[in-house]
C-alpha cells in the first residue's frame, strides 16, 4: 500500500514544476474560473439572512450594473455560469435568446442584470446552469435543538450575529455605497472569514443528535455538488465566470483553488479601483 501511495504521487507530481505548480504549457490549458460572489437582486427570500435591496432598476443603480458589466467583460469568460438548477437551463435560455432578440426586459435578479446581460455583450450563444439543491438547511430545527441542549452561547453567537449581518447589509444598501463597491465587500476577505459560522451550527446537538453536523454536511455536499457541475462544463482554455451567492463563494473557491485541474481567479483583480 505504501509503495502504491508513493508511485501514485510520483506520477501525480510529473510535468509539475520544483514549486508544485503544473508546468506553464499545462497552466495555460488549465480552465481558469472566477466566483463572483453577490446578494441576490431580488432581496433572496430563501437565506436565513436576507438582504436589503434599493430599486436595481432605477437609473443610478443600472449605471452603476453596467459599470460591473464592463469591468468583468476585462475577464474576457468565455462561459457565464449562474445560480439556476441544471433542469431550468433550456427555460433560462429561452428568456436568454428573448433578450437578445429584444423581446425580453431584464428582470432584477443578478442572473439577468449581470449574467444575461454580460452574455449577450459578450454575444455568447447560452448560459450555463450549474446549481445543485439538496433540501436546504434546517434553520428552525437547529435552534430547537440547540434549545433542548442547552447550547445558549452558540444561539446567543447566532442571534448577534444574524442583527450584525442585517446592520452591515443596511450600510452596503446606502444610497452611497456602489453596486461594484459591495460587490468588492461581498467578495473581500471579512465576507470570507464570517463563513467559520457553519462550523459553529455543525456543533448544534450532541453525541445522540448530530442534527447540526449532518445539516452542514448537507451544505458542504451541495457545494461540491455546485463545484462538479462547474468541473463538468470546463474545457482546456476556458475562462468561466460564476455567479453565485457570496455565502458559497468561500467553499467554491476553496474547491477550485485546491483542484488539480482548474485555476482560481479573484474577481476583485477587475473590479478594483485601479480599472
Not at 436595481?56 to 468583468?72: A, F, N, T
Not at 433542469?87 to 442572473?111: C, K, P, Q
Not at 442584470?113 to 447560452?126: D, E, P, V
Request: proline share 3%.
Amino acid at each position: 500500500m505504501k509503495l502504491w501511495l508513493v508511485t501514485c504521487l510520483s506520477f501525480a507530481l510529473a510535468g509539475f514544476d520544483e514549486h508544485g505548480q503544473p508546468a506553464t504549457s499545462q497552466m495555460d490549458e488549465q480552465p481558469e474560473i472566477m466566483v463572483l460572489g453577490t446578494h441576490h437582486f431580488t432581496g433572496g427570500g430563501f437565506d436565513h439572512v436576507n438582504p436589503e435591496v434599493d430599486n436595481y432598476l432605477s437609473p443610478k443603480r443600472q449605471s452603476e450594473i453596467i459599470d460591473v458589466v464592463d469591468r468583468l467583460a476585462a475577464f474576457e469568460p468565455t462561459k457565464i455560469a449562474l445560480e439556476v438548477h441544471p433542469d431550468e437551463e433550456d427555460a433560462f435560455n429561452e428568456i436568454y435568446a428573448a433578450y437578445r432578440d429584444g423581446r425580453h426586459e431584464l428582470g432584477v435578479s443578478e442572473r439577468q442584470q449581470i449574467g444575461m446581460r454580460l452574455a449577450a455583450r459578450l454575444g455568447h450563444a447560452k448560459i450555463y446552469a450549474v446549481d445543485f439543491r439538496n433540501g436546504g438547511m434546517d434553520i428552525g430545527g437547529l435552534f430547537e435543538l440547540g434549545n433542548q441542549t442547552g447550547q445558549t452561547d452558540i444561539l446567543e453567537y447566532l442571534a448577534g450575529l444574524r442583527e450584525r449581518m442585517s446592520e452591515q447589509d443596511a450600510k452596503m444598501n446606502a444610497a452611497s455605497v456602489t453596486v461594484r463597491e459591495r460587490l468588492l465587500h461581498e467578495n473581500g476577505d471579512d465576507v470570507a472569514k464570517a463563513h467559520n459560522v457553519y462550523l459553529t451550527l455543525a456543533q448544534i446537538g450532541d453525541k445522540s443528535n448530530l442534527l447540526g453536523a449532518n445539516e452542514m454536511g448537507n451544505w458542504w455536499s451541495r457545494n461540491l455538488h455546485i463545484f462538479a457541475n462547474i468541473s463538468h462544463i470546463a474545457e482546456p482554455g476556458d475562462r468561466i465566470l460564476v455567479i453565485f451567492g457570496s455565502g458559497h463563494k468561500f467553499l467554491l473557491d476553496q474547491f477550485i483553488d485546491d483542484s488539480r485541474e482548474l485555476r482560481l481567479s479573484d474577481p476583485r483583480s477587475v473590479l478594483n479601483e485601479a480599472n
